[in-house]
């Protein structure tokens, strides 16, 4: 196992040497405002569920032992890298990762999600979570290194989840539909809130430290489930936390990507709560979005991820029409607009990542 002297929560150096053909990464340059060669791809979820090679590899392994075996992240990170040739890959593990090693009864349930057998709803509850230091998560470290080393000049995203969408799961004790139980805490007890979205923000934000320490490039902030609030309890009881997060993020120096569903209406704070780059859904036309987040961002996204299961030149003309929405963008990473579904034909997703790359720019 690695060693992990000097990587502490606080230090904010970035310790591992980047591979020098990172700096022609298309992805990188649109990311940061630059002109690439060509759109860069990759897919939210391209790792997992729709690839025969995952499940394969997966066959009696539970999620969470996926998750914390290096090897195994290694493999299942690198395989949509080898099948699509997209121009990121994005670490395998998931937003509730970094809660199992810190002791919560955690399970992720095939065909649900992750469920807490303790949900988090008082104080006392929040008090009794520790908080996360690299000696944690050795694997994620360890797999991190693999990666970087297997990768060359493909740039790995690191991610975590955002407070407002992992307490959801924690108060919820699942996942939820309407986040009734987790909006009445966020309502009716800020002191408890207060303290359980400091507590997130602290675990996410030291999980996205030990990635991009052990070499990840860039960072994606997960808020998946913001869009259940207004834009004025965003600004209220969401968005101090998530920008705490995305603060110290900012001080690794790399690209930062910030994303929510049904986020049309917090897609200007999501920018402003410290993205580089703010993610668009796919029931968000991308020109409204491009004009909500300004031109001071790039933007990632945002195909409908049904649209692989219309025929390929359908697929195909709307890419095209997505790409030329982009082109208003300070910068445009191309994405679907939420999650790869499960029972998508990885062949359409290759096709998919070969039209956006050859599309002029
Ligand atoms: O056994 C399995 O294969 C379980 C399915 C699965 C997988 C493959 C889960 C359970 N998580 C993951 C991996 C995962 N989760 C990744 C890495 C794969 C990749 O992106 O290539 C990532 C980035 C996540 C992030 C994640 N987990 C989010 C944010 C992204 C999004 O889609 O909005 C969320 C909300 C979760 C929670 C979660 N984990 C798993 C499920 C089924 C869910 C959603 C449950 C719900 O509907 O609330």
């Known amino acids: ?19 020098p053909r990172l700096a022609d990464s298309a992805f990188l340059k ?31 392994v539970a999620m969470l032992d996926a998750c914390m075996d290096a090897d195994l ?9 080898r099948r699509y ?8 593990s998931d937003i509730v990762l970094p809660l199992k090693p810190l002791g919560l009864d955690l399970e992720i349930k095939p065909g649900v999600g992750p469920v807490f057998a303790n ?7 929040v008090e009794a979570i520790p908080d996360l230091t ?26 975590a989840g955002a407070p407002f969408t992992v307490a959801s799961y924690l108060v919820e004790g ?19 809130w207060d303290a359980l979205m400091r507590k997130i923000a602290g675990i996410s934000a030291t999980f996205l430290e030990v990635q991009v320490n052990a070499g990840a ?17 965003y600004a209220t009881y969401v968005r101090p936390y998530s920008s705490a997060v995305l603060a110290r993020a900012g001080e690794l120096g790399v690209p930062r990507i910030h994303f929510g569903v049904n986020s049309a209406m917090l897609l200007d704070q999501m920018g402003e709560a410290g993205a580089d780059v703010v993610g668009v859904d796919w029931r968000t036309p991308l020109e409204y979005g491009i004009d909500k987040i300004g031109p001071e961002r790039a933007v990632q996204g945002n195909l409908d991820p049904t649209l692989v299961f219309a025929p390929t030149g359908v697929m195909l003309q709307r890419a095209g029409d997505v790409i030329e929405a982009g082109k208003r963008a300070k910068g445009h990473i191309f994405n679907l607009g939420h999650g790869v579904i499960p029972s998508t034909n990885p062949d359409q997703l290759k096709k998919l990542a070969e039209f956006v790359q050859g599309y002029p720019v």
């Open 1 to 19: 196992m690695c060693e992990h002297a000097g990587v502490g929560a606080t230090i904010v150096s970035v310790t591992t040497a980047r591979d």
């Open 30 to 60: 649109a990311a940061r405002g630059e002109t690439p060669q060509h759109t860069p791809v990759w897919f939210m979820r391209q790792a997992g569920r729709a690839l025969p090679e995952y499940h394969k590899v997966r066959e009696g």
């Open 73 to 81: 992240i290694t493999e299942i990170t690198l395989q949509p890298v």
């Open 85 to 92: 040739g997209v121009d990121a890959a994005i670490f395998f």
């Open 119 to 125: 949900p988090v709803r008082t104080l006392a509850d």
């Open 134 to 159: 690299p000696e944690h998560v050795p694997f994620i470290t360890q797999a991190v290194q693999n990666l970087v080393a297997e990768l060359g000049g493909t740039p790995l995203i690191g991610f």
């Open 174 to 192: 699942g996942p939820s539909k309407e986040y009734a139980k987790t909006k009445a805490l966020m309502f009716g007890a800020p002191d408890v």
């Open 217 to 233: 490039s860039a960072i994606q902030l997960f808020d998946s489930w913001a869009g259940a609030v207004t834009p004025s309890d």
